[in-house]
């Protein structure tokens, strides 16, 4: 009699498995199904198993490696770098769960396929994993690239360099008990360079953060805003209402934008919502402008720290 060849089987979901093996640090995919016959099998591992995943041997985003190393910041280092590579294991299995009638032929028989419905809701899923990095990976670029011109700004880098030291013996009518004072006064004199004013709002800004950081000072966010912050790298971000929190790339950035945000509010929303400038440092978010209707500043946090008495620290 002739042989004749085992029909495709429609395999079932319920039937292939996502398990960790915790002793190789791996994702796998193994089918656990009585209907297939395994004639081959992944090196170290039991007869079903069809796709391995190593998560220490999963490597960084090419573009990503190539940025760390251009600016000198380790991309292991990123507070996504944990959740990236998951990411990545995440995205090859739901492919490899997309493909697993394909890769099953290659250990198992008879051939298997996906019904049509599970087929589009395996990509579908595959589809939403790949989102997934691409979001981590622009978290990951743009952190890189904070951490990389992350010098806080301080008080001193933005006075103008002082006066060289002269022998004061030159100078007539200055004298050891005056000279500091002099040449402070002519460092603000009318005919030296001035302050810009940009720079030194902004480290009193930065100040006014670092203290109310320090005290803890109590602020109102909007809901759902500190629990969303957790999930999110250190930077600075934008909060439309209760909408998510969307990041910038600096501080001055996020004040801007969040100004012109609320201006155009308006015409737009038609009600009275506020757009919110949140500094997050990983441990504790510090509100740090409120605008509302028309790009009217609402909240400052210089101010908020006057009203609780922490003014001092500020200064």
Known sequence: MPITAHKPRALSRIDVRR????????????????ALH????????????????SHDEMPYPPKLRELSDKLKVPVEA????????MAAVDALIAEGLVKAPQMLRDFAEPEVFWQPWDARELERRHVVTIARIV???ALAEREL????????????????????????GEVPGLTPETAESEIVTEIFSDDRPTVDPALATLAKVQMAITSAREAELAQRFPNGTRRALQKLVRAQYVVRGADAPSVRGSLIEAMQ???NMARGMRKTAGCDVEVTVVDWDGEWPVIVRRYGDGGRTVYRVEDALKRAGLEENAA
């Open 145 to 168: 690239r904070l951490r990389a011109a992350q010098m806080p700004v301080d008080v001193l880098t933005v006075l103008p360099e002082p006066l060289p030291r002269q022998d004061v």
């Open 257 to 259: 934008d969040a100004e």
């Open 19 to 34: 398990r960790q093996d915790r002793a190789t640090n791996s994702t796998v995919l193994e089918y656990t199904g009585h």
């Open 135 to 137: 979001e981590l990976e």
């Open 38 to 53: 395994f004639h081959e099998r992944v090196y170290g591992f039991g007869d079903g198993v069809f796709l391995v995943v």
């Open 78 to 85: 990123l507070s996504v770098a944990r959740d990236l590579k």
